[in-house]
């Protein structure tokens, strides 16, 4: 088992397509489905046995959540702040452009 390379509240972007986002969750390897899989041109399409991570994502046209492999994975380091709407609802921005889980309250 490897340990994850990236955290959850770090801004990361992708090494080939234009999009960035910051990490909700990970994967400590693939757990998706097989026709998301099968979707990937074989090609370019990364090795199952490494982290995968769930992102509030963002391009310049829009806001999603994207399932990346760690190996597709560089850190953002332009500080700016991720605009997706569901952001300010799981984290705190903190001064250095990074991001921290709100406090969940247990009921």
């Known amino acids: 088992?490897?340990?994850?390379?990236?955290?959850i509240g770090q801004v990361v972007r992708h090494r080939i397509y234009p999009f960035r986002g910051v990490i909700f969750d990970v994967d400590p390897t693939f757990s998706n489905t097989e026709e998301w899989w099968d979707a990937i041109p074989e090609?370019?399409?990364?090795?199952?046995?490494?982290?995968f991570y769930h992102l509030l994502a963002e391009n310049e046209e829009t806001e999603y959540v994207a399932y990346v492999s760690e190996q597709n994975l560089e850190p953002d380091i332009t500080g700016e702040p991720v605009r997706h709407p569901q952001v300010e609802e799981i984290f705190e921005e903190q001064t250095d452009g990074s991001y921290l889980p709100r406090s969940v309250e247990i009921h």
């Open 1 to 7: 088992m490897r340990t994850a390379k990236f955290r």
């Open 43 to 51: 090609d370019v399409r990364p090795l199952r046995d490494q982290p």
